[in-house]
């Protein structure tokens, strides 16, 4: 059984942020690759949203100009989040 929790995006980052400090080359090899699992939900998660902020842009700009540029910068991040996704076999 899966459920969601709700974790405020400051904690995300921060959390994020001290993993990425963690050396874990000492390790046992599932313990490393738990951790590069995690680490890449819990990073492609933050980017999503980021994502999700970026449609905002577009949807909320001012005139075409603008408009123009929050989708490309929009196409932009989807398209590294597609090539992030497709490069990690993962089973979450």
Known sequence: MSSNVLI??????????????????KFDRVIQDDYHDIMFVMTTKMKKIELRAAYSKVVKAKNEDARHSARMEYLWQRNQIASLE???DYDV
């Open 8 to 25: 405020p995006m400051d904690i995300l980052k921060k959390t994020v942020e001290l993993l990425r400090y963690w050396d874990i080359s």
């Open 86 to 88: 497709s490069t990690h």
